[in-house]
């Protein structure tokens, strides 16, 4: 059962980003992001660090009272950062997890409801990865390739994701009507790991499926690993650019 795990959630965090430098420190309704991301992880989780290689972000977890480690800048991924991170974690604890909690760091709104459901894939004891997925609604844009759609078995095993509408309606010529006939599921980019699958997938070099798609989790299925998959009923609100910031004004969230 998942109660007997122990888990910690991680926020990889980093300074440096193409459409939106500092992106962690903008300001929501009156707090930085990264703060509201913690707030919201410590409701599902007693465990909660931000992994960063910037002494900004650094000082402005500590400053608000957050838990925070220093990681390598050299890290491709959030993957490879929870990996550096936990280890650090452990010794500043001095106790072991066995279940890694990768939350994104541009997720302000994130529900403690979704990591809960990530932690109840870990009641089957073969789980090795899981991640969350959401149905479409019938007006969604199912052919928005930022939005990853995902495939999965009758035991709710991820059996492919991919930018591109999966499955393909062969003998439905118009597209307004795909949403009506098959249930389609959106990827919510949040994972865990078993501790030692972790440290596994660090090693693996980027596959050719990774690489046509630029999407990090079809390294790991294609290297033979599984990934649970359990739906969520909320959405991600995730900030990418200053306009995202914008939109939220708007809509009185920011």
């Known amino acids: 059962m998942s109660d007997s795990y122990n888990f910690v959630g991680i926020i990889p965090a980093r300074y440096a980003s193409t459409r939106f430098p500092g992106k962690p420190l903008v300001e929501i309704g009156g707090k930085n992001m990264i703060q509201r991301v913690f707030e919201q992880a410590s409701?599902?989780?007693?465990?909660?660090?931000?992994?960063?290689?910037d002494e900004r972000i650094f000082n402005a977890v500590k400053q608000f009272?957050?838990?925070v480690v220093y990681t390598s800048s050299d890290h491709q991924s959030g993957t490879d950062r929870c990996a550096e991170a936990v280890r650090k974690i452990e010794d500043l604890?001095?106790?072991?997890?066995?279940?890694?909690?990768?939350?994104?760091?541009?997720?302000?709104?994130?529900?403690?409801?979704?990591i809960q459901k990530l932690m109840n894939c870990f009641s089957e004891t073969g789980t090795q990865?899981?991640?969350?997925?959401?149905?479409?609604?019938?007006?969604?844009?199912?052919f928005d390739t930022n939005k990853v759609k995902a495939i999965i078995?009758?035991?709710?095993?991820?059996?492919?994701?991919?930018?591109?509408?999966?499955?393909?309606?062969?003998?439905?010529?118009?597209?307004?009507?795909?949403?009506?006939?098959?249930?389609?599921?959106?990827?919510?980019?949040?994972?865990a790991y078993k501790k030692e699958v972790l440290f596994e997938l660090t090693?693996?070099?980027?596959?050719?499926?990774e690489k046509a798609e630029a999407l990090e989790q079809l390294r790991?299925?294609?290297n033979g690993y599984h990934i649970q998959t359990e739906i969520t009923e909320y959405d991600s609100i995730g900030i990418d650019t200053p306009e995202d910031?914008?939109?939220?004004?708007?809509?009185?969230?920011a």
Do not use: C
């Open 43 to 53: 409701k599902a989780l007693e465990y909660v660090y931000v992994a960063t290689d």
């Open 65 to 67: 009272g957050g838990k």
């Open 93 to 114: 604890e001095n106790r072991s997890f066995d279940i890694v909690i990768n939350i994104q760091g541009d997720e302000p709104f994130i529900k403690p409801q979704q």
């Open 129 to 142: 990865i899981a991640t969350l997925i959401k149905p479409f609604g019938e007006n969604d844009n199912i």
């Open 153 to 191: 078995d009758k035991k709710m095993k991820a059996l492919y994701f991919s930018r591109a509408v999966i499955p393909f309606l062969r003998d439905i010529g118009n597209n307004a009507d795909w949403t009506k006939l098959h249930r389609f599921f959106l990827h919510i980019g949040m994972y």
């Open 203 to 209: 090693k693996l070099s980027p596959s050719l499926l």
């Open 220 to 222: 790991w299925l294609e």
């Open 245 to 253: 910031i914008e939109r939220l004004k708007k809509i009185g969230l």
